[in-house]
């Protein structure tokens, strides 16, 4: 498993985050540490998620394919029953969200988070990816 420290605060908004854009959060009692935080149900569909804090900017697939190899290994290596899928969810300086949907030879971008008032007004991710609610761009 990755070393280091889980973002147990970043899991906390993670999930108040999940249940406030609509999502179904499924918690997992697990004795050993796994590759996921916690799981979601959105859209008929579910979705294991693991959850990161970055320090710096740099939200394209490519970055986050880099700067969270290891987590995204570990993610492809668990065996899954079919139709779960695996998201990777990054929190920047700036406070936005970030969801990337990581697949089995690429990772890419789940655009457009709808950002709610749990932090302030306006405050938005700088990644300068553009779409549509819940439209994935290849990375």
Not at 27 to 34: K, L, N, P, S, T
Not at 46 to 52: G, H, N, P, Y
Not at 63 to 81: N, T, W
Not at 105 to 130: H, S
Request: aromatic fraction near 8%; charged fraction near 25%.
């Amino acid at each position: 498993m990755t070393r280091g420290i889980r973002p147990v605060a970043g899991i906390a908004e993670a999930k108040r985050m999940a249940t406030a854009w609509g999502c179904i959060l499924i918690e997992i009692g697990m004795v050993a540490q796994m590759p996921f935080d916690f799981g979601i149900h959105e859209n008929g569909s579910t979705s294991l998620v693991r959850v990161r804090r970055l320090k710096y900017h740099g939200y394209r697939a490519e970055s986050i394919s880099r700067s969270c190899a290891d987590q995204i290994r570990e993610f492809r290596e668990l065996v899954l029953p079919e139709g779960v899928g695996r998201e990777l969810w990054v929190r920047g300086p700036e406070r936005a969200w970030h969801r990337y949907r990581v697949l089995p030879e690429t990772v890419v971008v789940i655009m457009e988070i709808p950002q709610t008032g749990l932090w302030t007004a306006g405050e938005k991710g700088k990644g300068g990816e553009k779409g549509f609610p819940g439209q994935i761009q290849p990375g």
